[in-house]
């Protein structure tokens, strides 16, 4: 099946570093990546979505100088949290589509970010 | 606009029990609709999509779902609980599309299947 590979899974670092998560997918070509934050015993929050070779299109609220994204190529995306506080302190999950209709998102086994 | 809901919180069923987890939707033309599964701090596991044919849908792990599109539902089912299906599930849907969007989750339902 579609494997989707995130890294790191568990980042610890101080308030004010800049912490970037890779997500790569690793059989297929993703077309379109999608960045999720997950709090507690709650449902996934769409972020961003990034297709292959453009900018990302940012959800409401979501302060894209704060959450870099970059997807160079159809194999990789990734999430840059500049600048990290303590309310930045989350799951973050990336997922991934290959082209087509009807293809289903493969999710990263996630990345807890713990900011001190 | 497209939207999920998954009116229980949690389910509690016995191993060996049968088990439904239910899930409408609403979109505005033709959905397509999933079924995924979360355990514990670990990414989403895709079970199983509907997309056209069958209303019956086989999926991962003996789990299935039937799309009912008069009642709006994808209601995800297995005929005899295991104790190791103890986690979270997500449905979720799109219109019909080229790939290039986000899903649509429900908030999610916890099931909790005691030995």
């Known amino acids: 099946g579609a494997v989707v590979s995130q890294h790191p899974s568990r980042v610890i670092c101080k308030s004010g570093t800049s912490v970037k998560i890779e997500c790569r997918s690793l059989?297929?070509?993703?077309?379109?990546m999608f960045w999720y934050r997950q709090f507690p015993k709650k449902s996934l929050m769409l972020m961003a979505t990034s297709n292959e070779g453009s900018k990302a299109t940012y959800e409401q609220g979501v302060e894209k100088d704060k959450f870099l994204i970059n997807h160079a190529s159809l194999t990789l995306s990734t999430l840059t949290v500049t600048s990290a506080h303590p309310e930045d302190s989350s799951f973050y999950i990336c997922s991934a589509r290959a082209s087509g209709a009807g293809q289903p998102q493969h999710f990263g086994d996630g990345t807890r970010l713990s900011i001190l | 606009a497209q939207s999920v809901a998954q009116p229980e919180d949690q389910v509690n069923v016995a191993e060996g029990n049968p088990l439904t987890v239910k899930c409408t939707y609403s979109?505005?033309?033709?959905?397509?609709l999933f079924w995924y599964v979360q355990y514990p701090n670990r990414g989403l596991q895709f079970l199983l999509k509907?997309?056209?044919?069958?209303?019956l849908v086989k999926g991962s792990y003996g789990f299935e779902a039937e799309f009912n599109k008069s009642q709006t539902s994808f209601h995800l089912k297995k005929p005899s609980a295991l104790v190791s299906d103890s986690a979270l599930y997500f449905c979720?849907?799109?219109?019909?599309?080229?790939?290039?969007?986000?899903?649509?989750f429900g908030s999610g339902t916890r099931l909790q299947v005691q030995p």
């Open positions: 979720a849907v799109i219109e019909m599309d080229t790939g290039r969007r986000a899903l649509t």
């Open positions: 979109v505005s033309g033709n959905p397509y």
């Open positions: 509907y997309i056209t044919g069958d209303n």
């Open positions: 059989d297929f070509q993703a077309t379109t």
